[in-house]
T-cell receptor
Framework: RKEVEQDPGPFNVPEGATVAFNCTYS??????FFWYRQDCRKEPKLLMS???SGNEDGRFTAQLNRASQYISLLIRDSKLSDSATYLC???????????FGAGTRLFVKA | GAVVSQHPSWVICKSGTSVKIECRSL??????MFWYRQFPKQSLMLMAT?????????EQGVEKDKFLINHASLTLSTLTVTSAHPEDSSFYIC?????????????FGPGTRLLVL
């Protein structure tokens, strides 16, 4: 089993749709969680951190469920510019180990 | 946010050539830098982790004599691909973080595209 697993997609959604991505991790001692966004042929960029209390930034909401070892990202009112690969990232071992998920591809169409 | 630069952004070289890629943290001190490789339509693959002033830790399957990493200062790490071959053609990305600040966010450089002919 991979340490961080994501649905590879692709997710094809129309503009304005709400889309949710899921991510599971295997190390129960993991301490920090992030969502990154990677555009085609570009480097990953931090989208947002993920907290147990939830984290909302505009149209984006991230949630962490430690009991289920599950992270989610919700995008509301999708825009064409949201098309990208979304990477789930899990940090453990006192911050010394960072694991990236394989990413979920999103295509938002007009 | 923190800025990480990479140089060069593009390299085209002949087989057998050694290529050096630089990764710099511009506005923070990076105690730890990571080197990744990404093939087309595939996920990021961690190659090695380097801490300032010490030897890099390589992931399984990555040849340390092939991919030389030097992290001599808190703002600079270099990756040298020695005797590059066409199969080394890839997108190489570095990232950096400052463990002393307890910030666990990694900041990525823009990447270097290597094409070995």
């Amino acid at each position: 089993r991979k340490e961080v697993e994501q649905d590879p997609g692709p997710f094809n959604v129309p503009e304005g749709a709400t889309v949710a991505f899921n991510c599971t991790y295997s190390n129960s001692a993991s301490q920090s969680f992030f969502w990154y966004r990677q555009d085609c042929r570009k480097e990953p960029k931090l989208l947002m951190s993920v907290y147990s209390s939830g984290n909302e930034d505009g149209r984006f909401t991230a949630q962490l469920n430690r009991a289920s070892q599950y992270i989610s990202l919700l995008i509301r009112d999708s825009k064409l510019s949201d098309s990208a690969t979304y990477l789930c990232v899990v940090v453990s071992e006192g911050g010394f180990k960072t694991i990236f998920g394989a990413g979920t591809r999103l295509f938002v169409k007009a | 946010g923190a800025v990480v630069s990479q140089h060069p952004s593009w390299v085209i070289c002949k087989s057998g050539t050694s290529v050096k890629i630089e990764c710099r943290s511009l506005d923070f001190q990076a105690t730890t830098m990571f080197w990744y490789r990404q093939f087309p339509k595939q996920s990021l693959m961690l190659m090695a982790t380097s801490n300032e002033g010490s030897k890099a830790t390589y992931e399984q399957g990555v040849e340390k004599d092939k991919f030389l990493i030097n992290h001599a200062s808190l703002t600079l790490s270099t990756l040298t691909v020695t005797s590059a071959h066409p199969e080394d053609s890839s997108f190489y990305i570095c990232s950096a973080r400052d463990l002393r600040t307890f910030q666990e966010t990694q900041y990525f450089g823009p990447g270097t595209r290597l094409l070995v002919l």
